[in-house]
């Protein structure tokens, strides 16, 4: 089945480096790619999408772009600030209605100043 | 636009009890969906309804239960509560009919069992 795999955290940066938490999928077809990105105590909010090869999706300066070649999605940040803080999700969907979001494990990010 | 509502925020319940979750889409939305967050297992589908009718579900047993009502407001059910689950359940509205539609997620119910 499909299976989206994140890079382990925690991942601990100072203010202003630069971030990439890796993602890679395993699916048929084309399904869409996401981040979604949690702060403590909250539900998860999304951070932006792709839904095909090729596409970049960007917000608050973050980007990812849809691979389809080595079935990536890597999320990036030049500068993090700490109020980055938070748990972020790689996330798949497949494009037919009523499909579920197949959840990466989540990774952890820690901005100190 | 408000968001996706999710009452309560907190519950405590006891092992062998039933519990009720309910969840408010965002207007116009019609489709709801449900997750199970825990440390262990991550984020897990549940089901998703659609015009009052369930168009998928996960791989639960059959103690967790849902309906979706005709205003598109959804409750969720877990019959005789164990320990394993206690988590943090997460609703999300959407509009399809697109497959690529986004997900948006209220702030989740934290359900303890003791």
């Known amino acids: 089945g499909d299976s989206v795999t994140q890079m382990e955290g925690p991942v601990t940066l100072s203010e202003e480096a630069f971030l990439t938490i890796n993602c890679t999928y395993t699916a048929t077809g084309y399904p869409s790619l996401f981040w979604y990105v949690q702060y403590p105590g909250e539900g998860l909010q999304l951070l932006l999408k792709?839904?095909?090869?090729?596409d970049k999706g960007s917000n608050k300066g973050f980007e990812a772009t849809y691979r389809k070649e080595t079935t990536s999605f890597h999320l990036e940040k030049g500068s993090v600030q700490v109020s980055d803080s938070a748990v972020y999700f790689c996330?798949?969907?497949?494009?037919?209605?009523?499909?579920?979001?197949?959840f990466g494990k989540g990774t952890t990010l820690s901005v100190s100043s | 636009k408000a968001g996706v509502t999710q009452t309560p925020r907190y519950l405590i319940k006891t092992r062998g009890q039933q519990v009720t979750l309910s969840c408010s889409p965002i207007?116009?939305?019609?489709?709801v969906s449900w997750y199970q967050q825990t440390p262990g297992q991550g984020l897990q589908f549940l089901f998703e309804y659609f015009s009052e009718t369930q168009r998928n579900k996960g791989n639960f047993p059959g103690r967790f239960s849902g309906r979706q009502f005709s205003n598109s407001r959804s409750e969720m059910n877990v019959s005789t509560l164990e320990l394993g689950d206690s988590a943090l359940y997460l609703c999300?509205?959407?509009?399809?009919?697109?497959?690529?539609?986004?997900?948006?997620f209220g702030p989740g119910t934290r359900l303890t069992v003791l």
């Open positions: 996330a798949l969907r497949q494009n037919q209605a009523g499909t579920a979001l197949i």
């Open positions: 999300a509205s959407s509009n399809p009919p697109k497959g690529t539609d986004t997900q948006y």
């Open positions: 207007s116009g939305h019609r489709s």
């Open positions: 792709a839904t095909k090869a090729d």
